[in-house]
């Protein structure tokens, strides 16, 4: 099995940054689609931004376009979650995911496509 950790998330004001991490263990992670997704109270898991194993693609909510960007370090076995001019709306526990499935890009902003799950880390932006 593999296990995911989330790091990174806390309090900032309208407008400021977070970067998240996302560390996996197991020697496959090289292998995994990675996603972030988030989640506000009594709101629908909501997906954010996804990259192949290569890194060559990437897919992004259309509500974080040109503010957040998704990278991963392979030889780190970690993920990231660069979040600029952030919003009040976006204030959500922030959850790492893994998907042992070739890349599609139907596949990513599916909750149902992923195998493995992180326990989230919250973000608070406030006004």
């Known amino acids: 099995q593999v296990q995911l950790v989330e790091s990174g998330g806390g309090l900032v004001q309208a407008g400021g940054s977070l970067r998240l991490s996302c560390a996996t263990s197991?020697?496959?992670?090289?292998?995994?689609?990675m996603g972030w997704f988030r989640q506000a109270p009594g709101k629908e898991r909501e997906f954010v931004a996804a990259i192949s194993w290569s890194g060559s693609f990437t897919n992004y909510a259309d509500s974080v376009k040109g503010r957040f960007t998704i990278s991963r370090d392979n030889a780190k076995n970690t993920v990231y979650l660069q979040m600029n001019s952030l919003k009040p709306e976006e204030t959500a526990i922030y959850y790492c995911?893994?998907?042992?499935?070739?890349?599609?890009?139907?596949?990513?902003?599916?909750?149902?496509?992923?195998?493995?799950w992180g326990q989230g880390t919250q973000v608070t932006v406030s006004s």
């Open positions: 197991g020697r496959t992670f090289s292998s995994y689609t």
């Open positions: 995911a893994a998907d042992t499935q070739p890349y599609a890009r139907w596949r990513v902003v599916v909750p149902s496509s992923y195998d493995y």
